[in-house]
């Protein structure tokens, strides 16, 4: 599904990332975690192609992620970033249509099978009975929520998420990575997530990996990794 070949990304001639080696199997969710600093959202841009590794490649299903058309990559993989959804004056539900825009000609216009897709993924969401109102007037755990149904009307078999709980109190947090838990098990997809907070990665993904100076540090399921030894040493 996703494989990282030996990849190395430099700024102002500091390695962020450092010979990374990584695959990651379709229907895994995986939690990419570390300290401040350790590349975490540089490797996740790295595997949604937005940014190119200095040294190294990264692929989706067997081709070079800069050898797919956009069009063609965004039916396949979509990432919802750190800062989620800006308070647009459109309504949510026109919203997660803009999901579906990859579908659709050139006029945008939208199939009955479109308004389908969007109607399930506000009910898998929780977000029907808010489907009408503007994004302005909701609150900020309820945008991130949007965010991530945008994304998943994309219907895409990657999803990239970067610290889609950050700012949220810990009842929004659960409650976004149990839509994203139920929806990736439903669907089958892929789905990895830059997590800050340890006891929500131990929880929700199957996979976790530690990353530290730009490597892998520990690389595994939750119980192994988490571990007082191994936390120790990468966060003192």
């Given at each position: 599904?996703?494989?990282?070949?030996?990849?190395?990304?430099?700024?102002?001639?500091?390695?962020?990332?450092?010979?990374?080696?990584?695959?990651?199997?379709?229907?895994?969710?995986?939690?990419?975690?570390?300290?401040?600093?350790?590349?975490?959202?540089?490797?996740?841009?790295?595997?949604?192609?937005?940014?190119?590794?200095?040294?190294?490649?990264?692929?989706?299903?067997?081709?070079?992620?800069?050898?797919?058309?956009?069009?063609?990559?965004?039916?396949?993989?979509?990432?919802?970033?750190?800062?989620?959804?800006?308070?647009?004056?459109?309504?949510?539900?026109?919203?997660?249509?803009?999901?579906?825009?990859?579908?659709?000609?050139?006029?945008?216009?939208?199939s009955?099978?479109?308004?389908?897709?969007?109607?399930?993924t506000?009910?898998?969401?929780?977000?029907?009975?808010?489907?009408?109102?503007?994004?302005?007037?909701?609150?900020?755990?309820?945008?991130?929520?949007?965010?991530?149904?945008?994304?998943?009307?994309?219907?895409?078999?990657?999803?990239?998420?970067?610290?889609?709980?950050?700012?949220?109190d810990?009842?929004?947090q659960?409650a976004?990575?149990?839509?994203?838990?139920?929806?990736?098990?439903?669907?089958?997809?892929?789905?990895?997530?830059?997590?800050?907070?340890?006891?929500?990665?131990?929880?929700?993904?199957?996979?976790?990996?530690?990353?530290?100076?730009g490597?892998?540090?520990?690389?595994?399921?939750?119980?192994?990794?988490?571990?007082?030894?191994?936390?120790?040493?990468?966060?003192?």
């Amino acid at each position: 599904m996703i494989r990282v070949k030996r990849c190395t990304k430099t700024y102002a001639g500091k390695s962020v990332i450092r010979d990374i080696e990584l695959q990651v199997a379709r229907g895994q969710f995986v939690g990419i975690i570390g300290p401040n600093g350790s590349g975490k959202t540089t490797l996740l841009r790295l595997m949604s192609g937005e940014e190119r590794p200095d040294q190294g490649s990264v692929e989706l299903n067997g081709r070079k992620v800069e050898q797919w058309r956009t069009r063609e990559l965004a039916k396949c993989l979509t990432v919802v970033p750190q800062e989620g959804l800006q308070p647009v004056p459109f309504t949510v539900y026109d919203v997660v249509m803009m999901g579906r825009h990859v579908y659709q000609g050139r006029f945008h216009r939208a199939s009955a099978a479109d308004h389908a897709v969007v109607r399930r993924t506000l009910r898998v969401t929780g977000l029907q009975e808010i489907s009408q109102n503007l994004v302005t007037h909701i609150s900020g755990g309820e945008r991130q929520r949007v965010a991530i149904a945008r994304a998943m009307a994309q219907e895409p078999t990657v999803l990239l998420l970067d610290e889609p709980t950050t700012y949220l109190d810990i009842g929004y947090q659960l409650a976004v990575l149990r839509y994203v838990q139920d929806w990736q098990q439903q669907t089958g997809a892929t789905v990895v997530a830059v997590l800050h907070d340890l006891n929500l990665a131990a929880q929700f993904c199957e996979r976790i990996i530690l990353l530290h100076g730009g490597r892998f540090f520990a690389d595994g399921p939750p119980a192994a990794v988490i571990q007082p030894d191994i936390l120790q040493k990468v966060y003192q």
